[in-house]
């Protein structure tokens, strides 16, 4: 069975982009809207690892990622932020939140696989 990834990010464009990179790469994605859709998706399958954008409506993703970590079967599932935040104080919140790695966007696809490949739970 393969690895399953989570992509949350309100762009439909977005997700079909990193979508593809990751299918390419073997992995299964799941999509998320927004952090409230995404956590509706979280229902105790596994989750390998979670690339989620900063700024969404609905629930932008550092109050996703806090929700996501206090989920007992996600509490290690690593995340990484793909965003054009680059603002320090969002990165230490990013961290503080649980976040693993900071990816910014535009990006190439081939860093967001190098960080997956690296963050991904067996």
């Known amino acids: 069975m393969g690895k399953t990834i989570m992509v949350v990010d309100d762009s439909a464009s977005l997700r ?3 979508g593809i990179a990751l299918k ?3 992995y299964d994605v ?3 809207r927004d952090g409230l859709d ?3 998706k979280c229902t105790g399958q596994k989750i390998n690892l979670v690339v989620c954008d900063v ?3 609905n629930m932008d993703g550092i ?3 806090r929700q996501f970590k206090q989920l007992p079967n996600y509490r290690f599932t690593p995340v990484i932020m793909l965003t054009t935040e680059t603002q320090e104080s969002k990165k230490i919140e990013g961290k503080e939140a649980g976040a693993k790695a900071w990816v910014v966007k535009p990006f ?3 860093v967001l696989l190098n960080a997956v490949q690296k963050l991904v739970l067996p």
């Open 24 to 26: 390419s790469a073997g």
């Open 108 to 110: 190439k696809p081939e």
């Open 55 to 57: 700024n969404m409506p």
């Open 63 to 65: 109050t996703f990622v």
């Open 30 to 32: 799941i999509e998320g």
């Open 38 to 40: 995404a956590l509706s």
């Open 16 to 18: 079909q982009v990193v």
